[in-house]
């Protein structure tokens, strides 16, 4: 079955220190992955799309098929990086989310 | 644009009681999903519409069901609620069912 993963459900830094989401898939074929990311009392936005290859606030995500990886990084966090992090998988007609991974950006 | 829009922001229900929930599209998407986002947990899909068509659903019961209008906004209805429907649901609008999905800001419901 098509499943996404985010084992951690929070990870705290501090700011400038460097950040690392993981996020883990099972799907058999091509892979179409999300990260979406919700800050506080704000909607669910998308923050990047892994076929666009774009870096989105200074965020970048590498799919790695053979480990069915699709990991969230960025090289120095920042205090308005604190949010709720999702990691989603599109599949025929849904997206299927992870739980999600709470990054808290301490000063 | 304001995005995709829901109403209402809120909703108290008690069991038993049937609820509706709409949802308007990103001007010109044609395409309207629904989620049900748990405390806790990730979204869960529900229904995806396209051009007025049931096109996914999701592992709900059928006191689910949604429908998608000509102008293309949508409801989701929910009959004989039980506690566990508590939840905030969210809409999400695309061009096309495949394309990248954006997100409204929910109905929280709340079932007593």
């Known amino acids: 079955a098509q499943r996404v993963t985010q084992p951690e459900k929070l990870l705290s830094v501090f700011k400038g220190a460097p950040v690392e989401l993981k996020c883990n898939y099972s799907?058999?074929?091509?892979?179409?992955l999300f990260w979406y990311v919700q800050y506080s009392r704000q909607r669910l936005q998308l923050l990047l799309r892994h076929i666009s290859r774009e870096s989105i606030k200074g965020f970048t995500a590498d799919l790695n098929k053979g480990e069915t990886s699709f990991h969230l990084k960025k090289p120095f966090a920042q205090e308005e990086d604190s949010a709720m992090y999702y990691c989603?998988?599109?599949?025929?007609?849904?997206?299927?989310f992870g739980t999600g991974t709470r990054l808290q950006v301490f000063p | 644009d304001a995005g995709v829009t829901q109403s209402p922001t809120h909703l108290i229900k008690t069991r038993g009681q049937q609820v509706t929930l709409r949802c308007s599209p990103i001007?010109?998407?044609?395409?309207v999903s629904w989620y049900q986002q748990v405390l806790g947990q990730g979204p869960q899909f529900i229904f995806q519409?396209?051009?007025?068509?049931?096109?996914g659903r999701g592992n709900f019961p059928d006191r689910f069901s949604a429908r998608q209008f000509p102008n293309y906004s949508s409801e989701l209805n929910v009959n004989a609620l039980l506690l566990g429907d508590s939840a905030l649901y969210l809409c999400a609008s695309s061009l096309r069912g495949a394309d990248t999905q954006y997100f409204g800001p929910g109905t929280r419901l709340t079932v007593l």
């Open positions: 001007s010109g998407h044609k395409s």
């Open positions: 989603a998988l599109y599949n025929t007609d849904k997206l299927i």
């Open positions: 799907y058999s074929g091509s892979p179409e």
């Open positions: 519409y396209y051009e007025k068509e049931e096109r």
